[in-house]
């Protein structure tokens, strides 16, 4: 597994201008990827939660066959009063 190299804690960096004194800064420069931000994988969770709540919702298409004496859905609750 590769070392992740952070910058040096008084690194001078400011957007491109590297700080060839941080041993981050020369790998930058000599055109090492830089790290994925939290963003990345902040979206591909919600966007996967998302997959998952749209096919539970799928699962959960009621057809009202579960009706109960009162006759109302027992499932989705169609059919109830709340008055």
Same mark, same amino acid.
């Given at each position: 597994?590769?070392? $992740? $190299?952070?910058? +040096?804690?008084?690194? +001078?960096?400011?957007?491109?201008?590297?700080?060839? /004194?941080?041993?981050?800064? +020369?790998?930058?420069? /000599? *055109?090492?990827?830089?790290?994925?931000?939290?963003?990345?994988?902040?979206?591909?969770?919600?966007?996967? @939660?998302?997959? $998952?709540?749209?096919?539970?919702?799928?699962?959960? +298409?009621? @057809?009202?066959?579960?009706?109960?004496? *009162? *006759?109302?859905?027992? /499932?989705?609750?169609? *059919?109830?009063?709340?008055?």
């Amino acid at each position: 597994m590769k070392q $992740i $190299i952070k910058h +040096k804690p008084d690194c +001078k960096r400011v957007f491109k201008n590297y700080d060839l /004194t941080c041993e981050r800064c +020369k790998e930058l420069a /000599t *055109g090492s990827a830089p790290r994925e931000g939290w963003q990345k994988s902040f979206y591909e969770n919600k966007e996967r @939660n998302a997959r $998952i709540a749209r096919a539970f919702d799928e699962s959960q +298409k009621c @057809n009202h066959n579960n009706q109960n004496a *009162g *006759g109302y859905c027992m /499932t989705c609750g169609r *059919g109830r009063d709340f008055s």
